[in-house]
């Protein structure tokens, strides 16, 4: 999960990188946001690029990343269940700066959140 190193804020926009597997995999790339700009007025939410990763039988990508917002709450509970729900890419690409990583951190199957 990979998190901008700036410091973003409306109309500004942040760069994101992508992955070495992403970066060496152009069909797994499809689609990643490189470049993405907060909403006005979207500030407080946190940002997420999420994608059920799918490809057809001769290797090309059927699936489409999704930009999620969600506000903090509603992000506890995404960050538990995202990986049971088949989420394989989650990847932050905007929180408030006052959010501690760990509270951005996935949740792996079979462990408890210590944050309930």
Same mark, same amino acid.
Request: aromatic letters at 6%; a neutral charge; charged letters at 30%.
């Given at each position: ?5 700036? %410091? ?5 926009? &942040? #760069?994101?990188?992508? %992955? ?10 499809? $689609?990643?946001?490189?470049? *993405? ?12 690029? &999420? ?7 001769? $290797?090309?990508? #059927? ?10 709450? +509603?992000?506890?509970?995404?960050? #538990?269940?995202?990986?049971?729900? $088949? *989420? ?6 905007? +929180?408030?700066?006052?959010? +501690? ?14 944050? #309930?």
């Amino acid at each position: 999960m990979a998190k901008s190193n700036s %410091t973003p804020t409306s109309g500004k926009v &942040i #760069k994101i990188d992508l %992955t070495e597997e992403e970066r060496n995999n152009k069909e797994l790339a499809k $689609g990643r946001i490189t470049e *993405y700009s907060v909403p006005p007025g979207e500030e407080d939410a946190i940002h997420v690029e &999420i994608e059920k990763t799918e490809f057809s039988s001769v $290797g090309k990508k #059927k699936s489409v990343p999704t930009v999620q917002k969600f506000d903090q709450r +509603a992000w506890l509970n995404f960050r #538990k269940h995202c990986s049971g729900l $088949g *989420y394989n890419h989650v990847r932050i690409i905007y +929180a408030p700066e006052e959010i +501690a990583p760990e509270f951005l951190a996935i949740v792996p199957l079979n462990t408890e959140n210590p944050n #309930k």
